[in-house]
């Protein structure tokens, strides 16, 4: 009776430091997707002009320059994580998105202090990329380390999961800002600071959340290793870190394409309103939130290498004819449709790839291994996924992006085959 206790009370702490993790990393990606969100509304806020593709162009080109600060905070956090502790770098990295949050509510518009509002636009970003980089690392591998082994997919799904989930409550602000509250001017001129508000606020509440977080004993047992968090440690995984790089590149282009991208895709190219590009972005997103704990569990009982060559192989085939049909249809609810098929793809992907990193590092350096060639992988490509797609349209060859993803995943295929089954050769209670 005592032996259920107790092991009653460890699961549902395990399920507790899961949650309360797992809403910190909702809250981040909320306040970061919030720009995407929006950016229709502040675009000429920040950058003059009459060309709203002109306009989108440089809101995406500070979407994309905020990304390349994800490794220089992978990189400190990582050393946060593997030398201070999980818990540590997840406090802060919380902290300083909170800090580029409020910096963008408050900063005032170009038509009042002229070229030092895009140039604070920027410095908040950057400081929200520094964020993501830390936290990504941070949150997979406490995740990780946290699940019971037999369910390590299913729980660290829950990672996509609020990764997805606060892309999601950023539309619905803002399906509740152009429905309920505000008309078209009002968030044009200043509606569209309140999401930032909303976002600093529950950086604050993320924060106090993860005080009480337990640290993992992975980390505990690495304490000791003097080398924990060190490029020099990370040098000794070599074939860890490209495989890292590999497996990333198709998938974070994928998933940029379906979330951040898409939303602009639909105006601009599939001509619908944008009433219904955010009503088709929020029920997309919703259904590939469905998705990722259903494909972590599977992965739990089939391994990860084969969804993962699933992933590319139909990613391959498919990009181009799926994002060509979306482009093509006047129709919202044949572009729901499509984009759902997409997602029945990209999740076989977005719903392991933090454990499948997670598994292939010792914890001594797991949080940086995880982080560094990830963020840096989608610093160049994810980051960049939107901006290239708005160049190639702006340039009269929008298609030429299709093929471009397509290549991009392709390349993942080949890695996703030559590289081992990570759930059989585990290293998550390695030191």
Known sequence: MRDAARSFAKERARIRAILVGSIGNLVEWYDFYVYSAFSLYFA?????????????????????????????????????????????????????????????????TYAAIGPAAPAILLFARMLQGASLGGEYGSSATYLAETAAPERRGFYSSFQYVTMIAGQLLALLVLLALQNLLLDDKALRDWGWRIPFAIGALLAIVALLMRRDLAETSAFEAARKDAKRGSLRALLDHRRETATVVGLTLGGTIAFYVYTTYMQKFLKLSAGLSASQTTWISAGSLLFALILQPIYGALSDRVGRRPMLIAFGVLGTLFTVPLLSAISQTHDAWTAFALICLAWLIVALYTSINAVVKAELFPAAIRVTGVALPYAATVSVFGGSAEYVALWFKSQGHESWFYWYASAAIFVSLVVYAAMPETKEASRIDRV
């Open 44 to 108: 000429n806020a920040f950058f003059p002009g009459d060309d709203p593709v002109a306009q989108m162009l440089s809101a995406s080109g500070v979407f994309a320059l905020g990304f390349f600060m994800r490794p220089v905070g992978a990189y400190v956090f990582g050393r946060i994580g593997d030398g201070k502790g999980r818990r540590a770098a997840l406090m802060l990295s919380v902290l300083l998105m909170c800090a580029g949050s409020l910096i963008i509510a408050l900063t005032p």
